[in-house]
């Protein structure tokens, strides 16, 4: 019994741990969908504090938040500027300058950590500075600048009183289980759910007095099982979860009780549970008797129902029976004998009759049938047409400038598929991407409509190919419940002095086309976007000149296969390379042309897309 009752512990635990870093997760996620905002605002320091008041007026997680910069970020703001906003007892929204209230947070403990660890985490717990009796704990976020360089964090508080309200909860079960039993409560019976953090300090506690003050790996020390004890307070520091060989059941303040804990995913928190032994032993017998009692009643319930059943279809089956030998024969007009009854045979008798009709149906819904088919491919047809909208297909590409050629190609392998390619020039740069959605499809081209949107978007106010490459991911990851990827390459080039700035996340790597050479762009190995949140993508660097031409193509060029299953491989795709014109659309021709010699007769297995640009002499530019 007291093994059945330690599984309802552990399931209500489980549950419990959910349930908080289900509130976490909603803090954190506000936190992370406003740093974009606050990063593009970042020449409004006005614009500040209108954020934070937003954030606690939409997130009722959310107690208070703040941004504190670093000194002197706004020189006309002063050496500190924290705007801030928090949520008073009435539940209004006011705002204020920290430092107004909390003095120079510049030199706080808190600040300097953050800024060195440069990374989103957990706060340990602190108390309210409002009332100075609120445990709160913050979500810390850094804030990075278009270099890349910290200049502010964001912290949003997170009130600790949610976890006393779940463990509360928590112990009710077993309070109901015992007052089912006609047992007073008392603590001899009584459970405790508490929150500790790595070092056994109260985060939250029935006697709110012990909160962030008392340490329950000092009581734990005070039981009789020395040795239990121990190992309870060293597996709980690790990080460990109880088991039912690592369920200690000890005298804690006299009482004999089973220790239950787990770490809760994300933090370094404990969740512990003291539950008596006889409060396990009332709970097991609780639960078995309930599951006895269910078991014999299905075992009667389907004795008779089973009995009943029986007796009652067994003389109109064979009258069914002998029909269907009739209507298996062709006779399909011969009489269904008539079944009173509305059940099981009713429906067969039902569904002999639907049998009999059907046939005449057939060639009607054939027709109907091939007439949706049609629609489906016709609309097929005009989701092609708009993707293809959507992509590159004018050339030459900038008719009034002669310093740089492009040309582009997209066949899908389907009616629409997710591949893409893009390019603009900003500032006297050439902005341009290619990728590779994973899957092929309608899927795979609602994923490249969104890529090539945000690479638009994104691209439009950040210079760098790594940052891009680094905001476009997370964007993508951010939700992504069908977990879908897409292989990408970013490139900036500078028109005015052939600088390439370039970051690929597990695309294919480019050729680059010198005056007497092929090779292999040289790229680090980046996962795909979409895939790991937080991923920092890494940036590379060349410098083209005059003539050079960069070929780029997704998987499709190279996997491309024949019928015996051979694939072209970059091997030829470098030596098609080499005897092709420079120019981007011969090269694409050229390339084009080998690769479907090569396949044949072969249905072709993926998207195929092409992409060269020619960097030229910069003395013929025409801006």
């Given at each position: 019994?007291?093994?059945?009752?330690?599984?309802?512990?552990?399931?209500?635990?489980?549950?419990?741990?959910?349930?908080?870093?289900?509130?976490m997760s909603d803090v954190s996620v506000a936190v992370e969908n406003n740093v974009f905002d606050i990063e593009r605002n970042l020449n409004q320091p006005e614009q500040m504090q209108a954020i934070m008041e937003r954030m606690v007026r939409q997130n009722s997680r959310i107690r208070s938040c703040g941004i504190s910069f670093i000194d002197n970020y706004y020189p006309q703001k002063g050496h500190g500027f924290c705007p801030y906003a928090w949520r008073t007892d009435s539940m209004?929204?006011?705002?204020?300058?920290?430092?107004?209230?909390?003095?120079?947070?510049?030199?706080?403990?808190?600040?300097?950590?953050?800024?060195?660890?440069?990374?989103?985490?957990?706060?340990?717990?602190?108390?309210?500075?409002?009332?100075?009796?609120?445990?709160?704990?913050?979500?810390?976020?850094?804030?990075?600048d278009a270099k890349g360089k910290l200049v502010a964090v964001l912290g949003a508080d997170l009130s600790l009183d949610f976890m006393t309200n779940i463990m509360q909860e928590q112990d009710s079960i077993f309070y109901d289980v015992i007052w089912a039993w006609g047992v007073n409560e008392g603590d001899a019976y009584a459970s405790q759910s508490i929150i500790l953090s790595h070092?056994?300090?109260?985060?939250?506690?029935?006697?709110?007095?012990?909160?962030?003050?008392?340490?329950?790996f000092v009581h734990l020390k005070d039981c009789d099982e020395k040795g239990y004890a121990e190992k309870a307070i060293k597996n709980m520091s690790e990080g460990k979860s109880s088991s039912y060989e690592t369920d200690y059941e000890m005298r804690i303040n006299t009482i004999h009780s089973f220790l239950f804990y787990a770490p809760i995913e994300g933090t370094d928190w404990i969740l512990a549970v003291s539950v008596p032994r006889i409060t396990l032993d009332l709970?097991?017998?609780?639960?078995?008797?309930?599951?006895?009692?269910?078991?014999?009643?299905?075992?009667?319930?389907?004795?008779?129902?089973?009995?009943?059943?029986?007796?009652?279809?067994?003389?109109?089956?064979?009258?069914?029976?002998?029909?269907?030998?009739?209507?298996?024969?062709?006779?399909?007009?011969?009489p269904l004998p008539i079944i009173?009854?509305?059940?099981?045979?009713?429906?067969?008798?039902?569904?002999?009759?639907?049998?009999?009709?059907?046939?005449?149906?057939?060639v009607?819904?054939?027709?109907?049938?091939?007439?949706?088919?049609?629609?489906?491919?016709?609309?097929?047809?005009?989701?092609?047409?708009?993707?293809?909208?959507?992509?590159?297909?004018?050339?030459?590409?900038?008719?009034?400038?002669?310093?740089?050629?492009?040309?582009?190609?997209?066949?899908?392998?389907?009616?629409?598929?997710?591949?893409?390619?893009?390019?603009?020039?900003?500032?006297?740069?050439?902005?341009?991407?290619?990728?590779?959605?994973?899957?092929?499809?309608?899927?795979?081209?609602?994923?490249?409509?969104?890529?090539?949107?945000?690479?638009?978007?994104i691209a439009t106010h950040v210079a760098l190919p790594d940052r891009i490459v680094t905001a476009l991911s997370e964007a993508l990851s951010d939700n992504n419940e069908t977990n879908m990827f897409v292989t990408l390459f970013v490139g900036v080039l500078d028109l005015k002095t052939g600088h390439l700035s370039y970051s690929n996340a597990g695309h294919d790597m480019p050729l680059l086309l010198t005056d007497d050479e092929v090779?292999?762009?040289?790229?680090?190995?980046?996962?795909?976007?979409?895939?790991?949140?937080?991923?920092?993508?890494?940036?590379?660097?060349?410098?083209?000149?005059a003539g050079y031409t960069l070929f780029l193509y997704t998987d499709g060029l190279n996997e491309a296969e024949d019928i015996n299953h051979n694939q072209f491989e970059l091997e030829r795709v470098v030596e098609t390379a080499k005897t092709a014109d420079r120019h981007p659309e011969q090269l694409v021709m050229t390339m084009k042309k080998a690769v479907e010699q090569f396949v044949g007769d072969a249905d072709q297995s993926d998207d195929l897309t092409m992409f060269a640009i020619q960097y030229k002499n910069i003395s013929t530019s025409n801006n």
């Open positions: 019994m007291v093994e059945l009752g330690g599984q309802t512990v552990h399931g209500s635990m489980l549950s419990s741990e959910r349930r908080i870093k289900d509130v209004q929204v006011e705002t204020m300058q920290l430092a107004e209230m909390s003095g120079d947070y510049l030199k706080s403990e808190w600040f300097q950590k953050a800024v060195e660890k440069d990374s989103a985490y957990w706060s340990d717990p602190f108390f309210d500075g409002h009332d100075a009796k609120t445990p709160l704990v913050a979500y810390l976020q850094p804030i990075h070092d056994g300090t109260f985060l939250t506690h029935p006697d709110s007095w012990r909160i962030l003050k008392g340490n329950f709970l097991g017998i609780f639960l078995g008797i309930i599951m006895l009692f269910f078991v014999a009643l299905v075992l009667q319930v389907t004795f008779f129902v089973s009995r009943f059943v029986i007796k009652r279809t067994a003389k109109p089956l064979r009258q069914l029976a002998d029909t269907a030998d009739k209507v298996a024969q062709g006779q399909f007009d011969t009173k009854h509305h059940d099981e045979i009713h429906q067969l008798h039902d569904s002999f009759e639907n049998m009999q009709h059907s046939l005449a149906a057939y009607e819904d054939l027709k109907t049938t091939t007439a949706a088919k049609a629609s489906m491919e016709n609309e097929l047809e005009i989701a092609h047409g708009i993707q293809m909208s959507m992509l590159p297909k004018t050339y030459p590409a900038f008719p009034d400038r002669h310093d740089i050629d492009i040309y582009g190609q997209v066949t899908p392998a389907k009616a629409v598929g997710g591949d893409l390619y893009d390019f603009f020039i900003r500032d006297e740069k050439l902005f341009f991407c290619i990728g590779d959605v994973s899957g092929k499809g309608v899927p795979a081209s609602l994923v490249m409509a969104v890529t090539r949107s945000l690479f638009r978007n090779r292999i762009l040289p790229c680090d190995s980046n996962v795909p976007a979409g895939v790991i949140p937080g991923w920092q993508f890494t940036g590379q660097q060349v410098d083209m000149k």
